[in-house]
Each structure stands twice: as structure tokens, then as C-alpha cells.
């Protein structure tokens, strides 16, 4: 993901949006941070053309109105939305909330830690992540 890229977050929990927004901050991520908390305004949001397309989406499972499986399944539905890229961000370790994530093209599955630096250490693999595969030659 290049540093000009959104990174879209979908979350409803303040603490969890301080979090991401911190450790960001903290590995020095350029990219912008738009936040929606749930999964209607994520689709909303992203079907506004006034809106900046992400490189990234980083998805919470547990939401209301409409839940991170449940907005999975339309994004797969939508051809113009299906292309980004998703990475599952939850406390859920359900076993039946991962084959349904993965079972909707995510691009990766990861369990909130509980701890701060756990946190940062989770978000520095997506980054490094997200990073390298944008610059690798394909």
C-alpha cells in the first residue's frame, strides 16, 4: 500500500479506534485514516464517489446494524468493491467467523491482542505487510 492510500477502518468501539489510530501513529504509517462503525456506513462510504477509495480495510466483526461477515458478503457481491484488499481485525476467535471471513476473499484473519504492544505488534505485520506487497515486482 502506498503512503498517499486511505486506510478505511470499520470499527464501533471508541477504545479499539484510539488504538488503531495510536499504534499507526506509532510505526510512523503515512496513511490517511477514515473511520466508519459499521458495516452499512462502510458500504455507504465506499459507494460515495466523493469519497477516497482505500487501499486497505480493516474490519471488526462485531458490529450492529449490519456485521463484518455480513458487509464481507456484499463487498464480494460488488465487482467495483471486491478488489480491496480486507484484513479482519476482531476479538473473535470463533473458528465459524474466520472460514466465514476467508470464505469471503479476505486478505487476513487477525485477533485482536489484549495488550498494547501486542496490538502495535499486530498492526506493524499488516503494514509490513501491505507495504512490501505493493512494492514487490509481480
Same mark, same amino acid.
Given at each position: 500500500?502506498? !503512503? %498517499?492510500? %486511505? #486506510? $478505511? ?15 499507526? *501513529?506509532? $510505526?510512523?504509517?503515512?496513511? =490517511?485514516?477514515?473511520?466508519? &462503525? ?7 462510504? $465506499?459507494?460515495?464517489?466523493?469519497? !477516497? @477509495? ?10 450492529? @446494524? ?9 463487498? %464480494?457481491?460488488?465487482?467495483?468493491? *471486491?478488489? #480491496? =484488499? ?5 476479538? +473473535?476467535?470463533?473458528? +465459524?467467523?474466520?472460514? !466465514? +471471513?476467508?470464505?469471503? &476473499? ?17 498492526? @506493524?505485520? #499488516? ?8 512494492? +514487490?515486482?509481480?
Amino acid at each position: 500500500m502506498q !503512503a %498517499h492510500e %486511505h #486506510i $478505511l477502518l470499520v470499527e464501533d468501539d471508541d477504545v479499539d479506534v484510539m488504538t488503531v489510530r495510536r499504534s499507526l *501513529k506509532e $510505526l510512523g504509517a503515512p496513511n =490517511p485514516l477514515d473511520l466508519v &462503525c459499521d458495516g452499512e456506513q462502510a458500504l455507504a462510504f $465506499l459507494r460515495d464517489p466523493a469519497s !477516497a @477509495r482505500p487501499g486497505l480495510i480493516l474490519l471488526d466483526l462485531n458490529m450492529p @446494524r449490519m456485521n463484518g461477515v455480513e458487509f464481507l458478503v456484499e463487498v %464480494h457481491k460488488d465487482p467495483a468493491l *471486491k478488489s #480491496i =484488499p480486507v484484513v479482519v481485525l476482531t476479538t +473473535s476467535q470463533l473458528e +465459524s467467523d474466520r472460514v !466465514a +471471513s476467508f470464505g469471503n &476473499c479476505v486478505a487476513g484473519y487477525m485477533v485482536k491482542p489484549v495488550d498494547y504492544p501486542q496490538f502495535v505488534q499486530t498492526m @506493524r505485520v #499488516i503494514c509490513d505487510y501491505w507495504t512490501a506487497s505493493v512494492s +514487490s515486482p509481480v
